[in-house]
């Protein structure tokens, strides 16, 4: 394991990037602005950002059409289309270090899962995206015998990609990599919170031979460039990871121009059931804790409500207190941090927020419940939880997006999912109990994109990723993402 001294070096002897890249080259904004990236870990200015407006985004636009429509990269050949996707997951390998810095810098997530976690698993997205762009097929229909016709998968055109700052790089990579499979020109907008590693992976695309205007990176503010990508009439797709507010602004703006297909993934208030036959208290207990605790609880999927059959619950909420008082805010890049700072004073105060919330409505706190590493002038918050907490209660409904636990008490196995699916959201949920049937019917009425069993968070890349009601529409991840980013077209030919 590294130090502490050598990540603040490398941190130190890094140039941060921060201007935008357009039609292959390296850009200030129009106007000239930029604004300041702050650090989370201690509250600083670590550099400034190209503040990208309708201007920059006009100009990406055509940068991208053009090069779709030239065919530089949608009409490649798709072993070299493979090679140069390769070839950026290469890069992003040999850099995997200074991508985990700027990561860790940007939002205050631990240096140890990025290192682990969010890179890796940002490499492996681009190489299997690289891998699987061939082995998308059409289909042959049934006709008459004096006709033939089939369909195939065309690219959308230009895909502007709105992504957020919990897992800056990861997201990006769920988005960039299926496109760019597909043949399409893609705008990537990060959070105006977390600009570095996208302005980064930019940089390592031309690297890697992408042509310029394949992949333009617009760091910015959503109410700027953000809405100006989504109401300009020469974008074809908006995939967009972020809140509910923003996805049904989306949806307006695609309206108010040219229909653009528009993809959500909205986040949830995702329930975590455990039954009294837990095949595994200690097991369930620990991941109950870290299912909503890991990142600072910035995660759309994070285990926020606890859902714990009478029989056990003084036990359980025992063995999870005992997880959690371990789980202990501290500098992001000390490898031994496990928990760092959250991605913003304003998402901290937010969360604070809440808690006050919850103390008010008398939910029962059993711990936590302050603002932490005060001294370091950075945004952290304890871990907290808050027992007895009722359905109809602010915190066991709305998303907090941090480090607050919401610890609800059922007696049946059927108020445990009529309280699940009690909610707007529909994104993940999970469930421990010994009883088949009781594992399969539970999954089956419980309205999530995606429910676990006897483990949170038990899927990977080769699963499809996204939800069902509020928590929006269209899939991340598995090779159902690529349809995502293509037209189906159908061809007749009369013999």
């Known amino acids: 394991m590294t130090s502490l001294a050598h990540f603040e070096a490398l941190a130190g002897s890094l140039k941060l990037p921060g201007e935008a890249v357009i039609d292959g080259k390296l850009r200030a904004s129009a106007s000239g602005k930029t604004f300041p990236n702050v650090t989370p870990r201690n509250g600083r200015v670590l550099n400034h950002i190209a503040q990208c407006d309708a201007a920059d985004v006009d100009a990406a636009v055509k940068s991208a059409r053009r090069a779709f429509d030239d065919g530089q990269w949608r009409k490649l050949h798709y072993r070299d289309k493979k090679r140069v996707l390769f070839k950026l997951a290469d890069l992003m390998r040999r850099d995997a270090e200074q991508l985990a810095v700027l990561e860790s810098l940007d939002v205050g997530k631990p240096i140890t899962d990025a290192l682990k976690v969010d890179i890796p698993g940002s490499i492996r997205t681009v190489a299997y995206y690289a891998e699987a762009l061939d082995k998308i097929y059409g289909e042959v229909g049934p006709e008459a015998p004096d006709r033939f016709s089939f369909a195939v998968h065309e690219p959308l055109g230009v895909v502007a990609a709105i992504v957020p700052w919990n897992f800056p ?31 980064k992976i930019g940089e390592l695309a031309l690297e890697a ?46 309206g108010q121009s040219n229909l653009k297909r528009v993809s959500l993934e909205l986040g949830g208030k995702s329930p975590h059931i455990i039954f009294a036959d837990c095949p595994d208290l200690d097991k369930a207990a620990t991941q109950a804790a870290w299912g909503i605790f890991y990142n600072s609880g910035q995660v759309c999927t994070a285990g926020s409500r606890l859902l714990v059959q009478q029989d056990i619950a003084d036990q359980f909420v025992d063995r999870l207190l005992a997880v959690a008082r371990k789980i202990v805010a501290g500098d992001p890049l000390e490898p031994a941090t496990t928990t760092g700072s959250m991605a913003s004073e304003e998402q901290m105060k937010t969360a604070l927020r809440y808690i006050e919330t919850a103390k008010r409505e008398g939910d029962a706190l059993a711990l936590g419940g302050n603002r932490a590493r005060t001294d370091s002038g950075g945004f952290y918050v304890e871990p907290t939880v808050f027992d007895r907490v009722k359905p109809e209660n602010t915190l066991a409904r709305e998303e907090v997006f941090g480090p607050v636990l919401a610890v609800t008490r059922f007696k049946e196995a059927d108020d445990a999912i009529r309280i699940a699916n009690d909610t707007n959201y529909g994104l993940a949920a999970g469930l421990w109990t010994k009883d088949i049937s009781l594992a399969h019917r539970a999954a089956r009425e ?16 080769t699963m499809p990723f996204g939800g069902f009601k509020q928590s929006g529409f269209g ?9 995502k980013y293509a037209d189906l077209k159908s061809v007749s030919i009369t013999l």
């Not at 923003?246 to 949806?251: E, F, I, Q, R, S």
Request: charged share 15%; hydrophobic share 50%.
């Open 169 to 199: 790089l990861l997201m990006a990579m769920w988005k960039i990599a299926p496109a760019l499979a597909m043949g399409n020109s893609v705008i990537l907008k990060p959070a105006e919170q977390s600009p570095l590693t996208a302005l």
């Open 209 to 254: 031979g992408l042509p310029p205007g394949v992949l333009n990176v617009l760091p910015g503010f959503g109410a700027e460039a953000g809405k100006a990508l989504a109401l300009h009439g020469d974008v074809d797709m908006i995939a967009f990871t972020g809140s509910g507010a923003v996805g049904k602004l989306l949806m307006q703006y695609s």
């Open 446 to 461: 419980i309205r999530a994109g995606l429910v676990w069993i006897n483990g949170w968070d038990s899927c990977d890349l």
């Open 475 to 483: 899939r991340d991840r598995s090779l159902h993402a690529l349809h």
